[in-house]
């Protein structure tokens, strides 16, 4: 499960608050960029929050790898919103920031919501974590935060740096949490 959020977000908004076209031009920038990229890589787009992205892996087909597959996206991610900042600069906006974090666990995947309205989407405690996990990397001073569940089922295919063991908002126990080393 992979949760990415821009950083800053309410500054940036601030300054697009006589040009609402401006920032939605800006989100959909990004959020076109990364959802090519997550889906490339096999994921699927659960939802978009915002300028947050929730997506997952392994449904609602099973994917080898699926674990390899979001590090590898969310790598090529930065490695892509670092070309998009460029680009801001260039034209000169404001450059954005960005949060990313990765857990694996199960979850239950189907069509949830009410009787008037549901969409096809994940939820469990692993996908909360996620999002927790994202949450934290700012705290962190990390742009990629992965749980150990998912570290440790791809340990051998990237170099990964232990950052902390956390505690995260609404659990009582802590986890270790991880970067890719740059």
């Given at each position: 499960?992979?949760?990415s ?21 800006l989100?959909?920038r ?19 929050m ?6 997952f ?14 590090v ?16 801001l600069?260039a ?6 920031n ?5 857990n694996t ?8 919501g ?10 469990g ?5 996620a ?25 051998t ?14 659990k ?8 890719v080393?740059?």
């Amino acid at each position: 499960f992979m949760f990415s959020d821009i950083r800053g977000f309410t500054p940036i908004s601030e300054k697009y608050k006589s040009n609402p076209a401006g920032l939605t031009k800006l989100i959909n920038r990004f959020l076109t960029r990364m959802t090519n990229i997550i889906i490339a890589n096999g994921g699927t787009i659960d939802k978009f929050m915002g300028d947050c992205i929730m997506a997952f892996w392994n449904a609602p087909i099973d994917v080898k790898d699926h674990q390899m597959l979001a590090v590898m996206t969310a790598s090529q991610m930065q490695t892509e919103f670092a070309k998009l900042n460029a680009e801001l600069s260039a034209e000169g906006l404001p450059n954005i920031n960005i949060g990313i974090g990765i857990n694996t666990g199960e979850a239950l995947v189907g069509n949830m919501g009410s009787r008037q309205r549901f969409d096809y989407s994940v939820i469990g405690d692993a996908v909360n974590l996620a999002s927790r996990l994202e949450s934290s990397s700012k705290t962190l001073g990390k742009t990629l935060v992965i749980g150990e569940d998912t570290r440790h089922t791809i340990e051998t295919m990237y170099p990964f740096e232990y950052i902390d063991s956390i505690t995260v908002k609404g659990k009582t126990e802590e986890i270790k949490v991880y970067t890719v080393k740059s």
